[in-house]
C-alpha cells in the first residue's frame, strides 16, 4: 500500500512563506515524478508544480517566480516552497507521486490571510 503524507500548510499571510513537504514512508520504489496539485474552494483541482525523476520541472504560471519544488530521489520526498503568498494560493494541497498510477495524499489546508 503506498501512502503519501504531507506535512506543512496552515495560515500564512500575504507576502508571507509556507513550506510544505510529503513523503513516502516505506515505499519499495522510486517514482517517476513527484509533485503537488491543489483544490481552492469551488474549483478543480489543478498542477501547482511537478518534477520528474529526470530533473524536468513544470509549474503552474500562477506560481512560477514564487514557488520552487524539490525532491530528494532517494527518500521519495518532495517539498514546496511557497514565497510571496497571494490569497488565491488558499486551497487544500495535495501531494502526488506517480509510478505505474498517480498516488495521492490526503491534502493539506493553506490558507493565506491578508
Known amino acids: 500500500q503506498v501512502q503519501l503524507v504531507e506535512f506543512g500548510g496552515g495560515l500564512g499571510q500575504v507576502g508571507g512563506s509556507l513550506r510544505l513537504s510529503c513523503v513516502a514512508p516505506g515505499n519499495k520504489f522510486r517514482f517517476t515524478a513527484m509533485g503537488w496539485y491543489r483544490r481552492a474552494p469551488g474549483k478543480q483541482r489543478e498542477l501547482v508544480a511537478e518534477?520528474?525523476?529526470?530533473?524536468?520541472?513544470n509549474y503552474a504560471d500562477s506560481v512560477k517566480g514564487r514557488f520552487t519544488i524539490s525532491r530528494d530521489l532517494d527518500r521519495n520526498t518532495v517539498i514546496l516552497e511557497m514565497n510571496r503568498l497571494k490569497s488565491d494560493d488558499t486551497a487544500v494541497y495535495y501531494c502526488?507521486?506517480?509510478?505505474?498510477?498517480?498516488?495521492w495524499g490526503q491534502g493539506t489546508q493553506v490558507t493565506v490571510s491578508s
Open positions: 518534477q520528474k525523476t529526470n530533473g524536468n520541472t
Open positions: 502526488m507521486g506517480r509510478f505505474d498510477i498517480e498516488y
